[in-house]
């Protein structure tokens, strides 16, 4: 009877697991990526604070999902700029 219960048990507490836990490795479920909207914002504050290689490491992975985000690729030229690398910046 023991046994039986412990089953019972065991199975009440599957079901009622979240359905996004997944075995280890399995697939079926990606990691989230930050979205392209999140990855600008911290590519602005990050021109803000004057931090310019890491900013145009960001937009350049905004611009690789939205290549014509118009603030992005004017915050990446402008950040080119501000390097010293202005054949890229034009």
Request: aromatic share 6%.
């Amino acid at each position: 009877m023991k046994f039986l219960t412990a089953i019972a048990a065991a199975a009440i507490v599957a079901v009622s697991l979240p359905g996004h836990v997944l075995a280890a490795g399995s697939d079926s479920m990606q990691m989230s990526r930050p979205s392209a909207d999140d990855t600008y914002r911290k590519a602005v504050r990050e021109v803000k604070a004057e931090n310019f290689r890491r900013a145009i490491s960001l937009l350049n992975d905004v611009v690789k999902e939205k290549p014509r985000h118009p603030d992005a690729l004017n915050y990446l030229g402008y950040s080119h700029r501000k390097i010293g690398d202005y054949a890229i910046a034009v």
